[in-house]
């Protein structure tokens, strides 16, 4: 089975959460993208009814439009049945690490208020703890002295060999998030340890937005991978 295959696969048995009548938050992402698909699918059979998207992003708001799938934000429902997103690491206590797509904070905002966060991923997203795929954990800073930020951002980690670098777009400028937004990925060479601290001591800095690790968040976990899919709960 390919990698989308298998991210596919725990889309669709994640949309057999959504209730008709349910209010949902919706993911961004490649595997995201699948889910959002889904249940556009079923509304459009019928299968599902009275459904209200919440999208974290303008571009699965665009796809969700699209589909024909009925939009609407955080002022009208400030709580949320149901959210699905995909996720770039998930630890052994379903610590995330999200937002290599970019769209982190408005996830956050959306899947901080949602009664279930059910998360999908094919298994290669599994890692033995946070930073640990050495792949980048974003965060999101406003444009102004962005190096300054950045370098106070490495200095946190200094002690777990981090490289701050900001994010650019393929044009070679800054990538801006939806937020009008810079994004700095941080890569950590050592575990970083207590993670709840390290928020606290990212999102202390004056220019910090918000950060890609989503801590005690998820409450399902859905990992496809060659041998089947794995339904884990908090
Ligand atoms: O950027 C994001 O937050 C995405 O949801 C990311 O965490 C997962 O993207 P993928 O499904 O394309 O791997």
Known sequence: LTQDELKKIAAYKAVEFVESGMVLGLGTGSTAKHAVDRIG???R???????VGVPTSKKTHEQALSLGIPLSDLDSHPVLDLAI???DEVDPNLNLVKGRGGSLLREKMVEGVCKKFVVIVDESKLVSHIGASGLAMPVE????CWKFTAERLRMLF??????AKLRLGSNGEPFVTDNGNYIVDLYFKKDIGD?????DSILRLAGVVEHGMFLDMATTVIVA?????EVKNR
């Open 41 to 43: 699918e079923l509304l």
């Open 45 to 51: 059979l019928g299968k599902l009814k009275n459904i």
């Open 85 to 87: 997103d995909g996720a």
């Open 141 to 144: 800073i406003i444009p102004f």
């Open 158 to 163: 200094e002690d777990s060999g981090c490289v």
């Open 195 to 199: 993670l709840k601290a390290a928020s």
């Open 225 to 229: 991978g060659e041998l089947g899919v």
